[in-house]
Nanobody
Framework: QVQLVESGGGLVQPGDSLRLSCAGT?????MGWFRQAPGKEREFVAA????????DYEDSVKDRFTISRDNAQNTVDLQMNSLTPEDTALYSC??????????????????WGQGTQVTVAS
């Protein structure tokens, strides 16, 4: 049974960095990070393949965010740099098993964490 727990969120200023962590992962799943801002739909942020060899990013976070995983520790991290107020959202990690080609679709993920809040404000 996969139980995902996120940590690392908080209140930061524009330009700051945060590192989110998701515990309870498994190498039998590819992993994704999604976010949902108030009044908006949940959106894809980043995904990493089973071995960690392939990553994918939403355009607005590419070059600022880095997803990584440690299969020995069963964790997946999201390093977020140069944060802006537009990054404010509840960030959730998710585990998917079957179709890497559908990694950007929330419905393809089988397990979800409760989320960790990221607020970027001056």
């Amino acid at each position: 049974q996969v139980q995902l727990v996120e940590s690392g969120g908080g209140l930061v200023q524009p330009g700051d960095s945060l590192r989110l962590s998701c515990a309870g992962t498994s190498s039998t799943y590819f992993m994704g990070w999604f976010r949902q801002a108030p009044g908006k739909e949940r959106e894809f942020v980043a995904a990493i393949s089973w071995s960690g060899g392939t990553q994918d990013y939403e355009d607005s976070v590419k070059d600022r965010f880095t997803i990584s995983r440690d299969n020995a520790q069963n964790t997946v991290d999201l390093q977020m740099n140069s944060l802006t107020p537009e990054d404010t959202a509840l960030y959730s990690c998710a585990a998917g098993r079957t179709f890497w080609s559908k990694r950007r679709i929330a419905g393809e993920y089988e397990h979800w964490g409760q989320g960790t809040q990221v607020t970027v404000a001056s």
